[in-house]
Each structure stands twice: as C-alpha cells, then as structure tokens.
C-alpha cells in the first residue's frame, strides 16, 4: 500500500498489514503464557501482519484474581475481537488489477473516494470491497488516435456503435492492417 496514515514527519514506505487477533490462554502458567503469546504476536509481526493480544494487556490494569474483573475482562476481550472484525471487514477497499491478484494491490482505503482516486491513476486498477467484488474500475484514457490495429480474422463485423447491442453495417472480409480514427467506450466495447 503506498498511501498509509504516517504519524510521524519523516516519509516511510509502507506496506498493507493485516490485523491478527491473537488468542492463547492466560490463567495457570501465567508467566509461561505471557511468554508463549509474546512469541505468538512477534511470529504474526515478523509475517507482516499487526498483532491484537488484548488478554496480555488487560491484566497489566485488571485484577485477574477478582472473579469480577476476570468477567470483565473476557468480555472486553471477546468484545474486542467483535469490533475488530467488523471494522475490518466491511471498512477497506482494495486498489488492485483483479481480486485474485493479490500482490498487484497498491492501496487498501477506509475512504472510497480515495479508492477510486488511487485506481484513476493507475492504468487496470479497480476498487474492490471485502467480498471482492469490482465496485469501481478506474478510469482508463482512451488511446492516442490514429493508431493501427491488425485484424487477422476474415469475417469481421462493422457495427454503428462500440458493441454488440449496436446493428451489423456490414462485414469486412478481408485481413491486413488499418488506421483507427476514432475510439469510442460502450457496453462490449473490449469484446464485442
């Protein structure tokens, strides 16, 4: 992601990291479990994900052998795995060439205006939300006029307009190279 919210006044070149909620036991050895999930968030860290551990930071202000405090800790705890999947899940929008292609994302927006601008300049990007589903295609220039294109098929339908909803004017039924004049965006206008 190259557009991330920098706190500091030194420009860094960051990378889109997600959100990993890290969930291990406490109670008992407690000691040896703190230690066990400081290791669990340092391994997500290293794999470039950002580690969420609230149970290792609740009992730094709660009373873990209040049986009240306890409670609430685990609800503020489970709580907050509720919240961070939500906020997750349906805030960012992912600037990318296709869905599939994961490592062609360059930005990942709460804002979807900022979405679509990142995919406005950038050439085969779209916005894609949690599902992935295309919910913008960014806007492309259209070529430099004139330009040649070669058809290499001997049945080639002239229609009125960039599409196939538009009607026949006519085949071309011959191969070999011509000039584009004009270029025109419609419905079926890359395969029709």
């Not at 950002?50 to 730094?60: G, K, R, S, V």
């Not at 599409?163 to 395969?191: A, N």
Request: charged letters at 25%; aromatic letters at 10%; glycine letters at 6%.
């Amino acid at each position: 992601m190259k557009e991330v919210v920098d706190r500091s006044n030194k420009p860094k070149d960051r990378t889109y990291r997600p959100l990993v909620y890290v969930c291990s036991p406490l109670s008992g050895d407690v000691p040896g479990n703190t230690k066990m999930a400081r290791k669990f968030c340092r391994f997500a860290l290293e794999k470039g994900a950002i580690p969420l551990a609230p149970h290792l930071m609740f009992p730094q202000f709660m009373n873990d052998d209040d049986p009240a405090e306890r409670e609430l800790a685990i609800f503020m705890d489970v709580d907050s795995l509720v919240y961070w999947a939500n906020e997750t899940a349906i805030a960012w929008y992912r600037v990318r060439k296709t869905w599939a292609d994961s490592k062609s994302q360059i930005g990942a927006f709460k804002v979807l205006t900022n979405a679509k601008e990142c995919a406005d300049k950038n050439p085969e990007y779209n916005v894609f939300d949690v599902d992935g589903v295309n919910i913008y295609t960014g806007k492309t220039t259209a070529p430099a006029v004139p330009f040649l294109v070669k058809v290499s098929i001997s049945d080639l339908n002239i229609r009125k307009g960039p599409g196939t909803d538009y009607s026949k004017i006519g085949q071309y039924t011959g191969k070999g190279v011509f000039t584009i004049v004009e270029v025109k965006s419609d419905k079926g206008s890359t395969e029709g």
